[in-house]
């Protein structure tokens, strides 16, 4: 048999192992999309400057264009499709469904991810701390309000609280 | 928009209009409606933020081959030779297409198909796709691009509107006016002498709007199949899946248009940028078709810099006659658009830059001259606000400075001369419903106006604070299809199953701003059920009937109206089948909450699931259709087809800045906009709409540019796109947005379902003029030229006449002779739309 230029490797994506053979040149973002078809995941500019690719790597918000597959070999990799337990929607995909924050929906999937790691260490961002969480992750349709106020709902809602989308945020002023 | 060409002029009968009495319930209170205006999530959102919506590229098939473009280094030269053997000789390759396997000229618009799939023999920008290679692996077909040999015989190139029009070889295309000229249009309306004469001030300006791109976060993707049935699937991010499926058929003949189905794929946001019929698109189908097997191409961002389409560069040059309180006797517009290398919407583009200026304030006499120029740049087209966005600049930065001149509040001048609802305007675009007025009134109020502007109050950190205002109008959707016909510019089905499942089919494409869900809102509100319980299937034109596409804010009103149509006609087969079972006549049943019960007796009815059980056991299967063509324009002139449409949306904006005295550096903390759509069939959607053009106008506003490095290199010179990738060519991150107030301004339009008209383009126009106008406002000076960056304010800051922009008399602005005007009597002259001295219409008459 001649010899192969791919390695075969475990990756835990999700909670799940995932076992692939792959070119070591891939990225990241290139072995979830095309070997795992866990196409949530998007590219944008495959240059890491556009934030659609942002996964999780041990829950830091990491570009997957600019991470090598095997580097990411024995780490705890989550992705959109992790987000969701069992059919029922994350805090943060519900806030985002219900607000409108996902027009094109392209951007989402990163956006999801960043905002995912923030509110893992920071229960109550401030409006500016969600900025700076955000500005890694480009988006062309939503002018980023919705994005914003549906991550201060979604963190209100996972502090317990009982909060609503005001109502300027739905009606305008 | 279409294209007014004589030859292919078809009067059809026209599709009906809908009934006469109120036929799109625009007059119904907002307490009345069931689902319309309530904050209902969109009937796609829960899949795109589980990441389960299939995009383009998120699609792959059996035995799938990945292709590739070699595309043009050359910025202008003719294809001496294409060497493809070595390529072809790579392992894994399947299949290399050249310019002459596929001969076919195409393009968006009847009168300029001018592009070919791939170049036959001429390449006319850097990134001008020359040949196709598919193989089994991406980096196959990589690789197999790097193999084939390219022989190129430089021509001189055209840089931009002035040396197109000095220099009329070497001509880029064959046809058009003359040399580089591509289009020249003059239209007048009214009598300009007078108007000038009674006019109690009168300035001219020179204003310069640079070129800038969609930047969709979704690169063009698409996936063709042609089967073992000789049928052809594609699989694409296209806006217009319909003119995408007309090119296929014009371009692959004689593969008959039957055989051809486009679906548009869940798209990753257009704003324009993906309404045109792309080389990439023709050329996996044609790849399909040679090697039998499906073929995926995914653009690069690099790439999708090439495809552009975006905002055209114009200069513009604007004489304007004001009485001294600013009513507009006379305007007289020059506009050069610099097109790039294809025709695209150009020609469409180029009568835009001249049709709205006279629907925000009434223009007693008008001359409109634009002309469009080819030069070796990628093809600009539609970008949002398509064409209407670069006079908007012109116009309201030249009212700031009539304003000032006249010593009156810009915001007072405005109000004193809103155009007037239910009228007609000098260019015969007829106006339905008109909210300019309490849209003024909104910003103003909240941004505190009366008290802040003209104060330039020095803040805390040094940086002045500057308010300004601007108003637009956007319309709601082009009033006439692209190729001239007289079918329906909107389709909808209605399928009702014994299941209780609605299902809507309609051709229309969801480009993010919703259009599915407005399908199910307004069949829900008809007849009466939950809009997310209703199966929406849309975009294949297998299956669903034609809609034009997703353009010019079109779907609401038109796909709207039809899909109202459907569901009346639905609800009326039901009323009887249902009103015959329960012996209640069909006019006292009310459709609501899943129910059709008697009003009078709410107890007496059923559920919506048995109304159509009973129905169909009385009638049979249960089906409906519904369609809409907006209604005749009154423009009978030569190009006055574009710019009538069914209705027109009105913004009025204060946007507020922070400029440094020293550096010119300014941000922009809050932005107040106030947008009349007619009715929010859903309000946070809407708001969506709204912050999203802010979003993008404010990009154009500070920080987008379509910039080409212009230099020799060896003699030869280089003219190449300066930054086409995501990080230098700058757009707004969540740092740079403003905080927003959004006023909602409801004046229904009877024209549009229940009332609505256009939101997603409209508000973007008048931010741009906006910043300007602060800019001025804080620190005294003009940028004449957008995008008003840092270094233009400090430049202007130390001009001697405090302003930035080309120069202020018409030196700047290239000589060009656009021939005798067609002279058009105004209405209030007594004028019928057509034009008094049109060479083509009397030759015609005559015969």
């Not at chain 2, 593969?255 to 869940?266: D, G, Q, S």
């Not at chain 2, 006292?588 to 109304?611: C, I, N, S, Y």
């Not at chain 2, 997603?760 to 957008?786: C, H, K, S, T, W």
Request: glycine letters at 10%; aromatic letters at 6%; proline letters at 6%.
């Amino acid at each position: 048999m001649t010899e192969s230029n791919k390695v075969l490797a475990t990756f835990q994506v999700n909670g799940e192992p995932h076992e692939v053979a792959f070119r070591p040149h891939k990225t990241l973002l290139e072995v979830l999309r095309e070997e795992m078809t866990l196409t949530g995941t998007k590219h944008g500019c495959e240059l890491g400057e556009c934030g659609t690719c942002t996964v999780q790597i041990d829950g830091t918000s990491v570009l997957s264009c600019l991470v090598l597959a095997v580097d990411a070999i024995g780490k705890e990799v989550r992705t959109v499709e992790g987000l969701a337990c069992g059919s029922d929607l994350a805090p943060l995909q519900d806030c985002m469904a219900d607000l409108g924050a996902a027009q094109c929906g392209y951007c989402t999937p990163g956006v999801l991810m960043a905002a995912d790691a923030l509110l893992k260490d920071n229960a109550k961002p401030t409006r500016d701390e969600i900025k700076e969480a955000m500005a890694g992750n480009l988006c062309r349709c939503t002018g980023y309000l919705k994005i914003f106020e549906a991550i201060e709902l979604a963190a209100a809602r996972m502090r317990g609280e009982d909060a609503e989308p005001s109502k300027e945020s739905i009606y305008g002023a | 928009m279409v294209l007014d060409d004589p030859k292919a002029r078809v009067e059809g009968p026209g599709a009906p209009q809908g009934r006469d009495d109120a036929p799109w319930q625009h007059d119904k209170k907002k307490d009345e409606l069931e689902h319309v205006g309530k904050p209902i999530r969109k009937v796609d959102a829960r899949s795109k933020v589980a990441g389960l919506t299939q995009f383009a590229d998120d699609m792959t098939l059996p035995r799938m081959l990945h292709m590739k473009l070699l595309r043009s280094t050359k910025a202008h030269a003719e294809i001496v030779k294409i060497d493809t053997a070595a390529a072809e000789a790579l392992p894994g390759v399947k299949g290399v297409l050249t310019g002459k396997d596929m001969p076919t000229p195409f393009g968006i618009l009847p009168v300029s198909q001018d592009e070919h799939a791939l170049c036959p023999d001429r390449v006319r920008f850097v990134g001008d796709p020359v040949v196709a290679v598919a193989a089994t692996e991406e980096e196959i077909a990589w690789d197999a691009c790097r193999l084939v040999d390219v022989e190129y015989r430089e021509l001189r190139t055209i840089g931009g509107v002035h040396e197109a029009a000095d220099h009329d070889e070497p001509r880029l295309h064959d046809y058009g006016v003359r040399g580089n000229i591509h289009r020249l249009e003059n239209l007048e309306f009214g009598d300009l002498k007078d108007g000038f004469e009674r006019a109690d001030h009168v300035r001219e300006d020179t204003v310069w709007f640079e070129g800038n791109t969609h930047l969709p976060m979704e690169q063009h993707a698409t996936l063709a199949h042609f089967d073992k049935d000789g049928k052809l699937t594609i699989w694409s991010s296209t806006q217009t899946p319909h003119y995408l499926h007309r090119a296929l058929a014009r371009v692959l003949a004689p593969l008959p248009a039957h055989r051809i189905r486009v679906i548009a794929c869940p798209n990753g946001g257009g704003f324009g940028g993906k309404s045109d019929p792309f080389n990439h698109e023709i050329c996996a189908a044609k790849m399909s078709m040679l090697t039998g097997r499906p073929v995926k191409i995914a653009l690069t961002r690099e790439e999708v810099f090439w495809c552009h389409r975006g905002r055209h560069p114009v200069l513009m040059r604007s004489k304007i006659g004001v009485t001294k309180t600013g009513r507009i006797t006379a305007l007289d517009f020059h506009s050069f658009l610099d097109g790039g290398a294809y025709g695209s919407y150009g020609t469409a583009s180029t009568f835009y830059t001249g049709a709205l200026q006279t629907v925000t304030y009434p223009v007693e006499n008008y001359h409109f001259r634009g002309a469009r120029f080819f030069t070796n740049k990628a093809p600009c087209g539609p970008k949002r606000g398509h064409g209407t966005v670069q006079p908007r600049f012109a116009l309201e930065v030249q009212l700031d400075k009539v304003a000032c001149d006249l010593g009156l509040d810009p915001a007072q001048m405005r109000l004193d001369n809103l155009a007037e609802r239910d009228s007609l305007t000098a260019n015969f675009l007829r106006i339905g419903s008109m909210g300019l007025g309490p849209c003024i009134e909104k910003v103003v109020e909240g941004s505190g106006w009366k008290e802040r502007r003209g104060k330039r109050e020095v803040l805390a950190n040094g940086r002045v604070r500057g308010l300004g205002i601007a108003c637009s109008s956007y319309l709601s959707g082009a009033g006439l299809p692209i190729y001239w016909n007289g079918m329906p510019h909107s389709g909808v089905q209605l399928q009702l199953d014994r299941s209780g499942l609605c299902t809507v089919f309609c051709g229309s494409t969801d480009i993010g701003q919703g259009s599915d869900s407005v399908l199910g809102w307004i069949v829900g509100e008809v007849l009466g059920i939950d809009p997310l319980d209703i199966k929406v299937v849309t975009s294949d034109t297998d299956l669903t009937p034609v809609d034009l596409g997703s353009y010019s804010s079109r779907v609401t009103v038109m796909t709207g109206n039809a899909a109202m149509q459907a569901a009346e006609r639905a609800r009326d087969i039901l009323a009887k089948g249902v009103g015959e079972k329960l012996e209640v006549p069909a006019s006292r049943l009310v459709f609501h909450g899943g129910r059709v019960f008697d009003a009078q007796d709410p107890e007496v009815g059923m559920t919506f699931k048995e109304a159509i059980g009973f129905t169909e056991a009385a009638v049979g299967t249960i089906g409906t259709v519904g369609s809409y063509t907006p209604p005749k324009s009154p423009a009978r002139f030569r190009g006055g087809g574009v710019g009538p449409s069914p209705s027109y949306s009105y913004s009025a904006c204060v946007v507020e800045v922070e400029v440094d005295p020293e550096t010119g550096v300014y941000s922009v903390p809050h932005v107040w906009m106030a947008h009349d759509i007619g009715r929010a069939l859903n309000a946070a959607v809407a708001m969506g709409q709204i912050e999203g053009s802010i979003y993008m106008g404010l990009g154009e506003a500070m920080m987008e540019e379509m910039a080409y490095r212009d230099r020799s290199h060896k003699g030869k010179r280089v003219f190449v796109h300066k930054i086409p990738s995501m990080l230098e060519y700058k757009s707004p991150s969540a740092f740079e947005m403003p905080e927003c107030t959004t006023y909602v301004i409801e004046d229904p339009d009877k024209n549009g379902p229940f009332g609505a008209k256009e939101v997603g383009q409209g508000p973007l126009l008048p931010i741009m003029p906006a910043v300007a106008n602060a800019v001025f406002d804080a620190v005294g000076v003009r940028v004449d030229e957008n995008p008003i960056s840092f270094e233009k304010v400090f430049a202007a800051m130390h001009a001697e006449d405090k302003r930035y922009g080309p120069a202020a008399d018409d030196s700047g602005v290239p000589t060009v002779d656009f021939g005798e005007s067609l002279k058009v009597k105004t209405p209030w002259q007594g004028g019928d739309g057509k034009a008094s001295n049109d060479p083509h219409r009397t030759k015609k008459a005559a015969k």
